[in-house]
């Protein structure tokens, strides 16, 4: 039996008027937006002593390298959920839809902390030998190539962005509100060419997203990890890499949208169908995490070739194990036991809950990786770790530019959520077009219409 929404009963004018005054009940963020503010500054001044101090030893990018790692994932990873939902007519994530569509802000973060950490890799050449990596000496690789693709996943994110939003500030336009985002929207009139242009570029627009972030997550993983350790060769981490990366991004959208319906006053728009359907995802991709993970580890092990060991020791089992450990329990172990019972999965507190874990198992996860490949990051040289290093510790800057890059995002997103509303108005309109509710058995089911 569907969920009873309030919403339901609501007519489409009372639905434009409600989401386009949110930006009147975003006066009480203006603390968190000091606070957010002074931690960003605080992170991007520990970033920039971080640069000054030269780029040996090149360890010390470890950390960095551990929250660009993350954001790419809990950040630019949230519009996918958007794409799937829309390119399989998921009408019920279209209350949740902005909340990750939004998440694409995180670009303008993740972008130059991305250019800075490319450009402090160690040499790929030495005049006689290439470092072993994805690129077979490919021309400008991997620094040109990285930087490419990351301003195609920034850029793309932001035109996701504006075109979902125009037909909201059309709505705004034509409520009588003016400034910048009127004359941003005075083209879009809303005729049926408008519409289905619109509605094939979100499709084309996503199709590019999933791709570039796929790219992304793969020379990522294979540049900044795989190839500074010497030995590590896999063609199933990247794979994993971009799977872990989607659930934390998924994990956020479902923290976010908690978080609006708690405290945004959308309690009407925003239920518990959202939480259960996405909770499913989640409960598939912490399964998918799991296969991974076993596929990742089989090979090396039963291998035992002496490079394959030692990475096996600087990696797993070596001075990260512990963090190795807790992120398999925190992203698939726990997720697992809780996800299986529908009391929980069906409820809006055990998915956000469970999602929190994710987020944490995959920032854990990401700190072992990135933290032990960059401690052994140097020059090309042999093809075996010689010395395992120790367990290397975050630094006060570490923990700065560790703090300040989340609440950076954090900021971006609550000045976005001023001009732009949390949940589409013209998505929702459509999603009430497409549902009724009708009188059965003495309560009360949702219909839902199907188009072509």
Avoid at 102 to 125: D, H, K, T
Avoid at 224 to 233: E, T
Avoid at 413 to 434: A, D, H, M, N, T
Wanted: contains cysteine; positive net charge.
């Amino acid at each position: 039996m569907a969920e009873h929404h309030p919403a339901a009963h609501q007519s489409e004018a009372q639905v434009t008027r409600d989401l386009l005054a949110w930006r009147q009940r975003m006066g009480g963020a203006g603390v968190a937006m000091v606070i957010l503010a002074i931690l960003a500054i605080a992170g991007l001044v520990a970033l920039i002593s971080l640069i000054l101090s030269g780029p040996e030893p090149r360890s010390k990018w470890g950390y960095v390298a551990t929250i660009l790692a993350f954001l790419l994932g809990a950040g630019q990873g949230g519009p996918i959920i958007v794409f799937i939902s829309r390119l399989a007519k998921g009408f019920w994530a279209i209350p949740i839809r902005r909340a990750g569509e939004l998440l694409a802000i995180s670009g303008l973060v993740s972008v130059p902390l991305y250019l800075v950490v490319l450009f402090e890799l160690p040499e790929w050449y030495n005049g006689q030998v290439w470092r072993a990596s994805i690129w077979f000496h490919w021309p400008g690789a991997p620094v040109v190539w990285d930087a490419i693709f990351i301003l195609m996943l920034g850029f793309t994110g932001l035109a996701l962005i504006y075109f979902s939003a125009i037909p909201d500030w059309a709505a705004a336009r034509d409520a009588g509100v003016r400034g910048v985002t009127a004359n941003l929207s005075r083209w879009f009139i809303g005729t049926q060419k408008q519409w289905f242009v619109l509605n094939m570029g979100f499709i084309i627009l996503g199709a590019f997203y999933v791709m570039t972030y796929v790219y992304v997550h793969l020379f990522t993983s294979a540049d900044m990890a795989m190839a500074l350790v010497p030995g590590w060769h896999s063609s199933v981490f990247p794979a994993y890499h971009a799977i872990s990366g989607f659930q934390s991004g998924l994990s956020m959208v479902l923290l976010i949208s908690a978080l609006l319906m708690r405290f945004g006053g959308l309690r009407d728009y925003i239920g518990r169908e959202q939480f259960w359907g996405a909770s499913k995802i989640l409960l598939a991709l912490s399964l998918l995490y799991f296969y991974l993970t076993w596929a990742e580890f089989l090979l090396p092990w039963y291998g035992r070739e002496p490079q394959e060991v030692q990475y096996l020791s600087l990696v797993l089992f070596g001075p990260y194990k512990d963090l190795y450990v807790l992120a398999f329990f925190l992203s698939f172990i726990l997720p697992l036991l809780f996800l299986i019972w529908n009391p929980v999965r069906a409820s809006v507190g055990g998915p956000v809950f469970v999602g929190c874990m994710c987020m944490a198992g995959v920032f854990l996860d990401r700190m072992r990786i990135y933290v032990s490949a960059w401690s052994v990051a140097g020059p090309v040289g042999p093809t075996v770790v010689q010395v395992i290093p120790p367990t290397q510790y975050p630094n006060l800057l570490d923990i700065l530019i560790m703090i300040g890059a989340p609440a950076a995002v954090a900021l971006l997103y609550l000045l976005v959520l001023r001009i732009i509303p949390p949940v589409g108005i013209w998505e929702y309109k459509l999603r009430l077009l497409l549902r009724t509710e009708r009188a059965y058995l003495g309560s009360e089911v949702t219909v839902l219409a199907k188009p072509r």
